[in-house]
């Protein structure tokens, strides 16, 4: 039973990843990709959850879906050149075909990455450790102190960049 | 996968059906009467005057980006404050060197009227 409902609850959030995914591509309407691209957010952020990685889980509900989404919806709205809405997000061969060989090659990159992981059940004695914040947190303050004290310089680096070019398209 | 984040599943279920239930029931019980005033967009009484989609301005963007560096930062705070009792004053100096460096830009950004409106 326990398996059922799992089970369950896993389709339904692959299809909650994939099928807005297909909106994205396929709507004509740039902002409803962008709207669409809230609930890919949301359904990556359940299969994190999957996988016992629940610190990634919810920095995808905080970043991807508090930040990054109102970033896209921004930049549509600040967009110069958009006469009509409704026919934003333009498709055609001369793009589909590179963006479907792109597709190919990147699936096959998953594919063998998906082969060749050792997946580990949390649990198990293999160890996934049943909540991974604490052992994170452990890890970021010692181990790789160094790595989390450049991430704060890579942020810096991020804001005056972006201020820097922000900035200048104003002028 | 950790059967702990089921009462999450279920919050989200009862949100959604909650936001969705709510309109239905609107649906159902609302009279239907439309007539071509009712249907123009609502500007506070007046006639709409212009195009509905203007551009933003740019310093939105600043802002949301600004947002979303600090956003960043918080994320890092979680990890460190579940392991702060644990490993004390040593936890406590890493966290205050990683926001002195993050307040590097935010004087800069501050000193380069990123909040100002002009």
């Known amino acids: ?171 | 996968m950790p059967t702990e984040y089921l009462p999450i599943v279920i919050f989200m279920l009862v949100a959604t059906a909650f936001g969705l239930g709510s309109l239905m029931v609107g649906i159902i019980f609302r009279p239907h009467r439309p007539y071509a005033e009712k249907l123009i967009p609502y500007e506070s009484g007046n006639i709409p005057v212009g195009e509905t989609r203007s551009r933003f301005h740019i310093h939105f963007y600043i802002i949301a980006m600004l947002f979303l560096v600090f956003d960043v930062e918080a994320v890092f705070m979680y990890p460190w404050a579940v392991v702060f009792d644990k490993i004390g004053l040593y936890a406590y100096i890493e966290m205050i060197l990683f926001i002195l460096i993050l307040t590097v830009g935010y004087i800069y950004a501050w000193k380069k009227d990123a909040f100002k409106w002009d």
């Open chain 1, 1 to 171: 039973m326990t398996l059922e409902l799992r089970e369950m609850v896993f389709i339904a959030t692959a299809l909650l990843t994939t099928l807005p995914a297909l909106l994205v591509v396929f709507s004509r309407n740039i902002l409803y990709s962008a709207f669409a691209l809230f609930f890919t957010f949301l359904g990556t952020s359940g299969l994190y959850f999957f996988l016992g990685a629940e610190f990634l889980a919810i920095t995808q509900v905080v970043v991807y879906i508090g930040g990054v989404s109102v970033i896209l919806l921004f930049a549509i709205l600040l967009t110069r050149d958009i006469d009509e809405i409704k026919k934003t997000n333009t498709m055609s061969l001369g793009r589909a075909v590179p963006g479907g060989v792109a597709v190919l090659a990147i699936s096959a990159v998953f594919i063998y990455a998906i082969g060749e992981t050792k997946w580990a059940a949390s649990g198990d004695e293999t160890g996934v450790p049943a909540l991974t914040v604490k052992p994170l947190g452990d890890l970021l303050l010692n181990k790789y102190l160094f790595a989390f004290e450049v991430v704060s310089v890579l942020l810096l680096a991020v804001l005056i960049g972006s201020l820097v070019i922000a900035r200048r398209s104003v002028k």
